[in-house]
């Protein structure tokens, strides 16, 4: 670290925040390759190559003129240009928050078209998921998509929302008692407790019951009022929960350091191991965190080094925590999840407007490209969703590519594959590329220059891509995948010019097939 915070220079490669082997994993690679082609299109894909035996309904599809896919009927894709119809993509986009869409108070002025491009408004009208993966907290999820809503002018749910202590609420059925460290008056208690914990104090609990444990602060009457009154010498603290940022490090350090040295977490008492306190996790390990001033301020990274030299101080051993956040593989496996199941939501939607349409307007004035179940055989009911699931595991199967698993019974059922590609957008090095580049090969890191990196410097650990903001990372991102996409669809189209037998349709053309071959009622579609 240098003597100033504002250059930016990491933590030494020997610091307390480097202990915890990420630097040494080995990112996932792929078994199977995964298509490029649209989710909507590769959904449709499926229901056209698996006819169910003695259906004699209908797949209709849009272009310019009405088309229908019975058994017997197989459907070719035309060679394009440019992939432009209505869809979902393949890919999928992951945005740290601080420094990349916000910068303290101030919305950074790319991020709302960054959005809204993904969201459909592009040239190639493709509409592509995204969540975001912020090391912040401090409050609950449903609080962070309304503001990031107000600030962006879009609707953002809970559900695209990862905070630092958002994986922390699988702890609910491990610890009673817990001690939540961080953020403004009791706002994290109430976080807590809609977790599910059953017991959340905090310092300002603390203090109340005995002044003396901080002398050097008094409560104040906000304070007061949300503080709570409870005997710490008869109730002990099972772990401690650093949710958000100190807001008074002097006292937090106090009561977190007195209850690490106790024995079994009561206030007042000291183990003679040293090894008999509560478990102690962060949310996050930033050391470093851009504001809307010229200079970086301390995080909740720094925080850890200051109470583990403290801790070593007093004990001569090493303080042994459980860390959340960026870059942390336990965040990266619970946002892979979070974005799995975005993925298949906003596909949901994309299926259930189409079918919704069908039923008002016999798909007359819909985008070419996406599928519709016209089906009554199926007994599908056009006003409920397909089900989609959200299983990204590998196939067992022999196939080269991974793809929609497709169950035409009485419902729909998608199984949908891994994203082809999952942008990361962050500020941080350390942090935000670190977490990219360490778990998944498929995840492709962009740094921007709006918030800690600063442009001259050399980044520790070095992106795939480096912008000067959202936007730009956007942009990139969609005419990168867009090339994938147009080489793939092409590589399996008919050229009509080509081929006089075909008749030119958008975004398909349909050939009778001399034979049909019944198949199973699970299919895997191929491209």
Request: charged fraction near 25%; charge should be negative; include cysteine.
């Amino acid at each position: 670290m240098t003597d100033q915070i504002g250059n930016q220079a990491s933590p030494a490669s020997n610091s307390y925040l480097n202990n915890d082997g990420i630097d040494e994993l080995t990112p996932m690679t792929r078994r199977k390759r995964v298509s490029s082609l649209s989710l909507s299109d590769q959904w449709a894909g499926s229901l056209q190559m698996t006819p169910t035996t003695g259906s004699t309904g209908n797949l209709k599809r849009i272009g310019s003129s009405k088309l229908s896919i019975n058994n017997g009927l197989n459907a070719v894709r035309v060679k394009k240009t440019v992939v432009d119809h209505v869809r979902v993509a393949s890919y999928a986009f992951a945005f740290d928050i601080d420094g990349v869409i916000v910068k303290g108070p101030e919305t950074i002025p790319e991020a709302k078209e960054a959005l809204k491009l993904l969201n459909g408004a592009n040239e190639y009208n493709i509409k592509v998921p995204y969540i975001f993966v912020t090391n912040g907290g401090g409050r609950a999820e449903q609080a962070r998509a309304e503001e990031l809503s107000k600030r962006l002018d879009i609707e953002v749910t809970e559900d695209q929302v990862i905070q630092g202590h958002t994986p922390m609420r699988e702890l609910v059925s491990v610890y009673n008692n817990v001690l939540v460290i961080g953020g403004v008056g009791d706002a994290c208690r109430k976080v807590a407790e809609k977790y599910g914990f059953k017991n959340v104090f905090t310092p300002l609990d603390v203090m109340k019951w005995n002044p003396s444990v901080t002398p050097y602060h008094n409560l104040t009457e906000e304070e007061l009022a949300v503080a709570r009154d409870v005997d710490f010498s008869i109730t002990g603290i099972d772990s401690i929960l650093v949710f958000a940022d100190s807001r008074n490090w002097a006292a937090d350090q106090q009561i977190i350091l007195e209850l690490l040295l106790s024995k079994s977490g009561f206030m007042g008492t000291v183990s003679d191991s040293f090894e008999e306190g509560p478990a102690l996790y962060f949310a996050h390990s930033d050391f470093v965190w851009a504001t809307n001033y010229n200079l970086s301020r301390y995080g909740m990274g720094a925080l850890q080094v200051s109470i583990a030299a403290l801790y070593r101080e007093h004990t001569g051993k090493e303080l042994q925590v459980t860390r959340f956040g960026k870059p942390q593989r336990g965040t990266f496996k619970f946002a892979s999840k979070v974005l799995s199941q975005w993925r298949k939501d906003v596909l949901e939607e994309h299926v259930e407007e189409l079918t919704t349409e069908e039923g008002t307007s016999d798909m007359e004035e819909q985008s070419p490209g996406d599928p519709l179940l016209n089906d009554p055989s199926q007994n599908m009911n056009r006003n409920s969703k397909p089900t989609l699931l959200a299983t990204e595991s590998e196939s067992e199967s022999d196939s080269d590519n991974e793809g929609l698993t497709v169950e035409k019974l009485s419902k729909l059922t998608l199984d949908l594959p891994p994203a082809s590609t999952v942008y990361f957008v962050g500020d941080t090095p350390e942090s935000d590329i670190r977490f990219a580049n360490s778990h998944d090969e498929s995840w492709y890191s962009i740094l921007v220059k709006t918030g800690v990196y600063q442009e001259g410097s050399i980044p520790k650990y070095k992106p795939k891509h480096i912008c000067g903001n959202v936007l730009e990372a956007v942009k990139f991102a969609i005419e990168r995948e867009h090339s994938k996409e147009l080489e793939e669809w092409n590589n399996s189209a008919v050229d009509p010019d080509a081929d006089a037998a075909t008749t030119q349709l958008s975004p398909l053309t349909l050939v009778e097939e001399t034979k049909v071959v019944p198949k199973k009622h699970s299919a895997k579609f191929e491209m």
